[in-house]
């Protein structure tokens, strides 16, 4: 269970001795998502998937009745990145979730908007724990565009010929499909075919990285 909690002074001398990598922080976090999974059967957890033309991965997603992306940031990590991903989060997931070690639990509150979820990665005698510093709410504003740019081609003209009735974009690029899909359907639309997609691509196997 996660519980807020300020750092202890022990933990604190043993961020200093023993940083938290990336897979001790990745393992931990897997399990919570694990047991978040089991809730809900049709839910998936995605790994290292590549957004806006790959501009920015995301670490982890839980794809279930929303988007609800991880972004990990070890003690051995740099936030140098972190606010071009954050902006990418930003118009993309439902919920986000900045997971750092205990070097960055500072920054972090001033590192990501009001509406992330904070969480940070300790070691204590029984091993990483995860402790929630800033409970998460719904982003208040995502774009139709970034969403579109999460489909695949086939999955977009399918989405364009079902609403308007038409194949004359079967030999359209990419960026135009996605231009018409978010021009024809609303956020909520494009954001549940998002979903169903990504469950589905697993289904049928697609080179993404599935937990």
């Known amino acids: ?36 999974k089991r809730l809900d059967p049709t839910a998936v957890i995605i790994e290292e998937f590549a957004l806006r033309r790959r501009r920015v991965r995301f670490d982890l997603a839980l794809i279930s009745n929303i988007l609800h992306g991880y972004e990990i940031k070890s003690d051995l990590d740099s936030l140098v990145r972190l606010p071009r991903q954050v902006a990418v989060y930003n ?26 979820e904070i969480l940070v990665a300790t070691t204590r005698a029984s091993g990483t724990e995860l402790h929630r510093l800033r409970k998460g709410v719904a982003n208040p504003k995502r774009s139709a565009r970034a969403l579109a740019e999460l489909l695949w081609a086939d999955d977009a003209l ?28 609303t956020l909520e639309e494009i954001a549940s ?13 697609s080179g993404v990285r599935y937990s």
């Open 1 to 36: 269970m996660l519980v807020s909690t300020s750092p202890s002074r022990t933990s604190r001398a043993a961020q200093t001795e023993h940083p938290l990598r990336d897979a001790q922080i990745r393992t931990i976090l897997r399990r919570r998502l694990a047991c978040a």
């Open 91 to 116: 118009d993309i997931f439902d919920r986000a979730t900045l997971v750092v070690g205990e070097r960055y639990a500072k920054r972090a509150v001033r590192s990501v908007p009001r509406w992330w």
């Open 158 to 185: 399918r989405l364009i010929e079902t609403r308007r009735g038409t194949r004359r974009y079967r030999y359209e690029p990419r960026v135009v499909l996605w231009k018409l899909v978010s021009e024809t359907y």
């Open 193 to 205: 075919a998002v979903r169903h997609m990504l469950k589905a691509r697993r289904e049928i196997g």
